[in-house]
T-cell receptor, first 114, second 113 residues
Framework: AQSVTQLGSHVSVSEGALVLLRCNYS??????LFWYVQYPNQGLQLLLK??????LVKGINGFEAEFKKSETSFHLTKPSAHMSDAAEYFC????????????FGKGTLLTVNP | DGGITQSPKYLFRKEGQNVTLSCEQN?????MYWYRQDPGQGLRLIYY???????QKGDIAEGYSVSREKKESFPLTVTSAQKNPTAFYLC????????????FGPGTRLTVL
């Protein structure tokens, strides 16, 4: 069965600092991986996805993530945090095949301090 | 504009009453999903449907029911059997294929008094 672990339920950074949100997955097959962002009381918006093409994936709003099979990781980074990046971030995995289900991590709340 | 609509945004019900949450999409997606979100718990899958007139239980289906009579619509009923129904409910849809992302609606916050 697939699973996702997001290390750190709350990450706090200063404006302009590096953002690093960690995601480790467990999957019996090569996975598809996704990062979503959620602003308060809203739905989720896709930031980026990995579908077995390039291991370094670039997304919206300056975010990127690198798929590392040996570490079973898909960490999300952004070089310089903006106040508008404050939100909750979710990592999700799909094992593919005929089952389209996603398994989500529990989320990481990002706070950006001025 | 293409997208997913959920209504209402906020819903209040008395304990013991059934309540139906609406989800409509005009993205021509085959698959639709319902998730429940509680603080610190992430998203948990309630039900999903990959084609009209067919649906499967997710991880926490007890106390919920769904129907999929039209491709565009996937309503969720929270029954009186659901022991702790107060939560934020999210509907999503996607194209066929596990490599396709899910698109989410704005959510409905249900409070049972």
């Amino acid at each position: 069965a697939q699973s996702v672990t997001q290390l750190g339920s709350h990450v706090s950074v200063s404006e302009g600092a590096l953002v690093l949100l960690r995601c480790n997955y467990s999957s019996s097959v090569p996975p598809y991986l996704f990062w979503y962002v959620q602003y308060p009381n809203q739905g989720l918006q896709l930031l980026l996805k990995y579908t077995s093409a390039a291991t370094l994936v670039k997304g919206i709003n300056g975010f990127e993530a690198e798929f590392k099979k040996s570490e079973t990781s898909f960490h999300l980074t952004k070089p310089s945090a903006h106040m508008s990046d404050a939100a909750e971030y979710f990592c999700a995995v799909s094992e593919g095949g005929s089952n389209y289900k996603l398994t989500f991590g529990k989320g990481t709340l990002l706070t950006v301090n001025p | 504009d293409g997208g997913i609509t959920q209504s209402p945004k906020y819903l209040f019900r008395k304990e013991g009453q059934n309540v139906t949450l609406s989800c409509e999409q005009n993205l021509n997606h085959d698959a639709m999903y319902w998730y429940r979100q509680d603080p610190g718990q992430g998203l948990r899958l309630i039900y999903y449907s990959q084609i009209v007139n067919d649906f499967q239980k997710g991880d926490i289906a007890e106390g919920y029911s769904v129907s999929r009579e039209k491709k565009e619509s996937f309503p969720l009923t929270v029954t009186s059997a659901q022991k702790n129904p107060t939560a934020f409910y999210l509907c999503a849809s996607s194209m066929r294929g596990a490599y396709n992302e899910q698109f989410f609606g704005p959510g409905t916050r249900l409070t049972v008094l």
